[in-house]
């Protein structure tokens, strides 16, 4: 079963671009890697999904290198308002052939943007 | 915004009475999901549903019952509260995990005195 390691916070401030590395060593060959955003006092919402190489949508960057064992997710430019905290998935819902559809987000990485 | 909805958002319990948290869909999501959050935990899964009377144990499942007697609906069920169930309590949905995207209810913020 795939795990994610991120590192637990970090901060940034405002107008920088923001990266946030996430380890999965043991990541299957059919696994998509996630990414989720929480911000305070709501529920995580959806905000990135790749496979390998690139993938950008208007929120974030996500880059996987060729060996899939890490993916970076990258905010540009980034305000006040992406303070949240982010959270990494990969797999780990399979047992053998099946899926068991069992979601473990872990703690996730706290970000704080500073003025 | 997808169609999930929990009830309460907001209960204040006394110890060792039960509470029964509800999560609803509109979405016809196979999968279900009840998680706490708790400052410095993240988000720990408590159970899961895979389909109608299908559920299973997550990482925090003692002391929490669940049921799924139909599709849009997944109960979370707290027979006797603990002060150390006072938690953020967030409802998850999911087509086909983890490769499709998950939704969040609003949450609950139950606190037992």
């Known amino acids: 079963l795939a795990k994610t390691t991120q590192p637990i916070s970090m901060d940034s401030y405002e107008g920088q671009e923001v990266n946030i590395t996430c380890s999965h060593n043991?990541?299957?060959?059919?696994?998509?890697i996630t990414w989720y955003q929480q911000f305070p006092s709501q529920g995580p919402r959806f905000i990135i999904q790749?496979?390998?190489t690139k993938v950008t949508n208007e929120v974030a960057s996500l880059f996987i290198p060729a060996d899939r064992k890490s993916s970076t997710l990258s905010l540009p430019r980034v305000s006040l308002s992406d303070t949240a905290v982010y959270y990494c998935?990969?797999?780990?819902?399979?047992?053998?052939?099946?899926?068991?559809?069992?979601?473990?987000f872990g703690q996730g990485t706290t970000l704080q943007v500073k003025p | 915004d997808a169609g999930i909805t929990q009830s309460p958002r907001h209960k204040v319990t006394e110890t060792g009475t039960p509470v029964t948290l509800r999560c609803h869909q509109t979405?016809?999501?196979?999968?279900m999901y009840w998680y706490r959050q708790d400052p410095g935990h993240g988000l720990r899964l408590i159970h899961y549903?895979?389909?109608?009377?299908?559920?299973d144990k997550g990482e925090v499942s003692d002391g929490y019952s669940v049921s799924r007697s139909k599709t849009e609906d997944f109960l979370l069920t707290l027979e006797s509260a603990t002060s150390s169930q006072t938690s953020v309590y967030f409802c998850?949905?999911?087509?086909?995990?983890?490769?499709?995207?998950?939704?969040f209810g609003q949450g609950t913020r139950l606190t037992v005195v």
């Open positions: 998850a949905i999911s087509d086909i995990p983890p490769n499709t995207e998950a939704f």
């Open positions: 043991n990541i299957a060959t059919n696994d998509y």
């Open positions: 790749g496979y390998k």
């Open positions: 998935l990969v797999g780990d819902t399979f047992v053998g052939s099946s899926n068991t559809g069992k979601l473990i």
């Open positions: 979405e016809n999501h196979r999968y």
């Open positions: 549903s895979y389909g109608v009377k299908d559920t």
